[in-house]
């Protein structure tokens, strides 16, 4: 790791993105890049260490060279794909999933009914012991309703989908996604790492990160220095979340601004809740 990545919020690890990362988890990354999907989806494998079986979790976008890549992945460590999982809906984590689950002859376990194939979902509680590996799912609703991570404990990790980025910070998804949520939900993950001893974040997109405490309590960070900056725009004559985002994000690449709007939609509903801001016919719901 470089100095500069240690210094990073989360300490990011260098290097290729694709391959091992933990003695149980190994990414396969999807073609997708883009500035919403940073270098592309992490499409992740996870096997008990001496076991043929595997999960897959997030197949990604809809791509059967992706696709198979990590059908071949697994078989050239001598794995089979036994399950699939994804950690929520949003089309670059689950378009390909109906199409993986054709080729691998696997069932796709998800929070929301509408993604799932065949009988069984996922909830808070529910552990994943295939192979002999222990998986527990986390629900983490707040970048979407449906946002669920993954706690390996074997490896003190945690498969954070989009809740927690290797780079950067993640959007909440308005109105699907609720700021109260995604705060619940960062706490939780703050427990992991005081409680439970993880140390590690695999993300949906972007580098792992080998200091899972310090990513999570800099988004926690970040919220309440984006929040507090949104109620001083509001007060400061901003009425528009698209006025709000001009104002907020400035200094933002403005291909990120229509993603910046939805957080700042969630963020001032979250304002109102709780009676920072006035209620005012100016700001759309």
Not at 100 to 108: I, K, N, Q, S, W
Not at 255 to 270: G, I, K, M, N
Request: net charge negative; glycine share 10%; aromatic share 4%.
């Amino acid at each position: 790791m470089s100095d500069a990545a240690a210094a990073l919020p989360g300490r990011p690890r260098g290097g290729v993105l694709s391959g091992p990362a933990t003695a149980r988890a190994v990414n396969v990354l999807a073609p997708n890049p883009s500035p919403m999907t940073l270098d592309g989806t992490n499409t992740w494998i996870v096997s008990e260490p001496g076991s043929d079986l595997a999960v897959v979790i997030d197949p990604g976008p809809l791509d059967d060279v992706h696709l198979k890549a990590v059908i071949s992945t697994a078989a050239k460590a001598g794995k089979r794909i036994a399950l699939t999982l994804l950690t929520h809906g949003h089309p670059d984590h689950a378009d390909g999933a109906a199409r993986f689950a054709a080729l691998t002859r696997t069932e796709v376990r998800a929070l929301d009914p509408a993604l799932r194939l065949g009988d069984e979902g996922l909830a808070a509680g529910d552990v994943i012991t295939t192979g002999g590996m222990e998986m527990r799912v986390v629900p983490t609703p707040g970048h979407t309703s449906d946002s669920l991570c993954f706690h390996l404990p074997a490896d003190r990790a945690v498969l954070t989908g989009d809740t927690v980025l290797g780079r950067g910070t993640t959007l909440v998804a308005h109105p699907d996604g609720r700021l109260g949520d995604y705060l619940d939900s960062l706490r939780r993950l703050r427990s992991l790492t005081v409680d439970d001893g993880v140390d590690t974040v695999l993300p949906g997109h972007g580098p792992v990160l080998d200091d899972a405490q310090g990513a999570v309590e800099f988004y926690l960070a970040h919220r309440a220095n984006r929040l507090a900056q949104i109620e001083t725009a509001v007060e400061n004559g901003h009425r528009t979340p698209a006025e709000v985002v001009a104002h907020v994000y400035a200094g933002v690449d403005r291909s990120l601004w229509p993603a910046a709007e939805l957080s700042v939609r969630a963020q001032l509903d979250y304002l109102r809740e709780h009676g920072l801001i006035p209620e005012q016919p100016g700001i759309p719901d």
